[in-house]
Protein backbone atom coordinates (compact mmCIF):
# COMPACT_ATOMS: atom_id res chain seq x y z
CA UNK A 1 0.00 0.00 0.00
CA UNK A 2 1.47 3.36 -1.27
CA UNK A 3 2.31 5.35 1.57
CA UNK A 4 2.20 9.29 1.28
CA UNK A 5 5.58 11.18 0.03
CA UNK A 6 6.62 13.93 -1.14
CA UNK A 7 5.73 13.50 -5.03
CA UNK A 8 2.22 11.86 -4.20
CA UNK A 9 -0.97 12.68 -5.10
CA UNK A 10 -3.15 12.58 -2.42
CA UNK A 11 -7.31 12.25 -2.72
CA UNK A 12 -8.53 13.37 0.93
CA UNK A 13 -11.56 14.25 3.15
CA UNK A 14 -10.77 17.02 4.78
CA UNK A 15 -12.37 18.87 8.07
CA UNK A 16 -10.85 22.49 9.47
CA UNK A 17 -12.13 24.33 12.34
CA UNK A 18 -10.97 26.77 14.25
CA UNK A 19 -10.25 26.13 18.35
CA UNK A 20 -13.44 27.16 18.79
CA UNK A 21 -15.25 24.20 16.73
CA UNK A 22 -16.20 27.04 13.95
CA UNK A 23 -16.21 25.22 10.61
CA UNK A 24 -13.79 26.49 7.92
CA UNK A 25 -14.35 24.45 5.30
CA UNK A 26 -14.58 20.50 4.79
CA UNK A 27 -15.19 18.02 2.05
CA UNK A 28 -16.79 15.17 3.86
CA UNK A 29 -20.40 16.61 3.25
CA UNK A 30 -19.07 16.33 -0.55
CA UNK A 31 -16.36 15.05 -3.05
CA UNK A 32 -12.82 14.25 -1.50
CA UNK A 33 -10.31 17.09 -2.45
CA UNK A 34 -7.27 16.38 -4.75
CA UNK A 35 -3.73 17.45 -4.97
CA UNK A 36 -0.26 16.72 -5.54
CA UNK A 37 2.46 17.34 -2.63
CA UNK A 38 4.26 20.59 -2.64
CA UNK A 39 1.71 22.07 -5.41
CA UNK A 40 1.49 24.63 -2.70
CA UNK A 41 -3.04 23.94 -2.73
CA UNK A 42 -2.11 23.75 1.01
CA UNK A 43 0.39 25.41 3.09
CA UNK A 44 3.74 23.07 3.78
CA UNK A 45 3.55 22.72 7.41
CA UNK A 46 -0.18 21.38 6.71
CA UNK A 47 1.40 18.91 3.85
CA UNK A 48 4.54 17.84 6.40
CA UNK A 49 1.82 16.15 8.46
CA UNK A 50 0.27 13.87 5.91
CA UNK A 51 3.52 12.18 4.79
CA UNK A 52 3.56 8.74 5.65
CA UNK A 53 0.02 8.40 6.19
CA UNK A 54 -1.94 5.97 3.57
CA UNK A 55 -5.22 5.09 2.39
CA UNK A 56 -7.75 4.44 4.74
CA UNK A 57 -5.94 6.49 7.65
CA UNK A 58 -7.99 8.98 9.93
CA UNK A 59 -5.66 11.46 11.89
CA UNK A 60 -6.42 14.57 13.84
CA UNK A 61 -4.08 17.41 13.74
CA UNK A 62 -3.68 20.21 16.13
CA UNK A 63 -2.14 22.58 13.29
CA UNK A 64 0.02 26.23 14.81
CA UNK A 65 -0.08 28.92 12.95
CA UNK A 66 3.42 28.87 11.79
CA UNK A 67 2.79 25.59 10.23
CA UNK A 68 -0.33 27.06 8.71
CA UNK A 69 -0.97 30.82 7.39
CA UNK A 70 1.36 32.43 9.92
CA UNK A 71 1.29 34.67 12.86
CA UNK A 72 -0.88 38.00 12.20
CA UNK A 73 1.53 40.66 11.36
CA UNK A 74 0.22 44.06 12.60
CA UNK A 75 2.52 45.61 9.64
CA UNK A 76 -0.18 44.11 7.24
CA UNK A 77 -2.89 46.14 8.82
CA UNK A 78 -3.20 49.55 6.95
CA UNK A 79 -5.09 52.92 7.69
CA UNK A 80 -6.37 54.37 4.60
CA UNK A 81 -7.89 57.48 3.69
CA UNK A 82 -11.31 57.14 3.02
CA UNK A 83 -10.86 59.11 -0.30
CA UNK A 84 -9.19 56.09 -1.58
CA UNK A 85 -12.47 54.31 -2.28
CA UNK A 86 -15.59 54.97 -4.38
CA UNK A 87 -17.73 57.33 -2.31
CA UNK A 88 -20.29 55.23 -2.97
CA UNK A 89 -19.12 52.33 -1.69
CA UNK A 90 -20.29 50.94 1.68
CA UNK A 91 -17.49 49.86 3.90
CA UNK A 92 -18.84 47.16 6.79
CA UNK A 93 -16.55 45.66 8.35
CA UNK A 94 -15.40 42.24 7.43
CA UNK A 95 -15.61 43.47 3.73
CA UNK A 96 -13.06 42.24 1.48
CA UNK A 97 -11.73 44.63 -0.61
CA UNK A 98 -9.53 43.85 -3.85
CA UNK A 99 -6.59 46.09 -4.10
CA UNK A 100 -4.09 46.26 -7.59
CA UNK A 101 -0.45 45.41 -6.35
CA UNK A 102 2.48 44.98 -8.31
CA UNK A 103 2.06 40.93 -8.87
CA UNK A 104 -1.40 41.43 -9.33
CA UNK A 105 -4.66 41.86 -7.14
CA UNK A 106 -4.07 41.98 -3.24
CA UNK A 107 -7.60 41.31 -1.20
CA UNK A 108 -7.69 42.89 2.21
CA UNK A 109 -10.30 42.90 4.82
CA UNK A 110 -11.83 45.88 6.25
CA UNK A 111 -11.71 45.57 9.55
CA UNK A 112 -13.02 49.42 10.74
CA UNK A 113 -14.47 52.07 8.72
CA UNK A 114 -15.40 55.93 9.73
CA UNK A 115 -15.90 58.82 7.56
CA UNK A 116 -12.20 59.56 7.40
CA UNK A 117 -10.15 56.30 7.51
CA UNK A 118 -10.48 52.90 6.49
CA UNK A 119 -8.71 50.18 8.46
CA UNK A 120 -7.51 47.34 6.15
CA UNK A 121 -6.12 44.29 6.84
CA UNK A 122 -4.22 42.31 4.71
CA UNK A 123 -3.01 39.38 6.49
CA UNK A 124 -4.65 36.01 5.74
CA UNK A 125 -8.19 35.54 7.10
CA UNK A 126 -6.39 32.59 9.21
CA UNK A 127 -3.26 33.67 10.22
CA UNK A 128 -2.61 33.63 13.93
CA UNK A 129 -5.16 31.16 14.09
CA UNK A 130 -4.20 27.65 15.79
CA UNK A 131 -6.43 25.37 13.59
CA UNK A 132 -8.04 22.10 14.04
CA UNK A 133 -7.46 19.68 11.23
CA UNK A 134 -9.32 16.16 10.53
CA UNK A 135 -8.47 14.27 7.59
CA UNK A 136 -9.10 11.00 5.80
CA UNK A 137 -6.92 9.94 3.03
CA UNK A 138 -9.12 8.05 0.09
CA UNK A 139 -6.33 7.49 -2.07
CA UNK A 140 -2.37 7.85 -2.33
CA UNK A 141 -1.01 7.45 -6.00
CA UNK A 142 2.36 9.21 -7.83
CA UNK A 143 1.95 12.32 -8.81
CA UNK A 144 1.80 12.69 -12.65
CA UNK A 145 4.91 14.85 -12.84
CA UNK A 146 6.97 12.37 -10.87
CA UNK A 147 6.16 9.57 -13.37
CA UNK A 148 9.34 8.80 -15.81
CA UNK A 149 8.73 7.26 -19.18
CA UNK A 150 10.95 5.18 -20.23
CA UNK A 151 11.70 5.44 -23.80
CA UNK A 152 12.53 2.45 -26.02
CA UNK A 153 15.80 2.19 -27.08
CA UNK A 154 16.81 1.48 -30.82
Do not use: Y
Not at 95 to 101: A, E, S
Amino acid sequence: MAVIGTDSEVTLHFRLSLESGELVDSTFERQPGTFVMGDETLPSGITKLLLGLKSGDKRAFVVKPEQAFGPHNEKNVQQMPRSQFDADQELADGLVVQFQGPGGTLPGIVRRATETVVTVDFNHPLAGRTLLFDVEIVDVGVAPQAVQIQMPRS
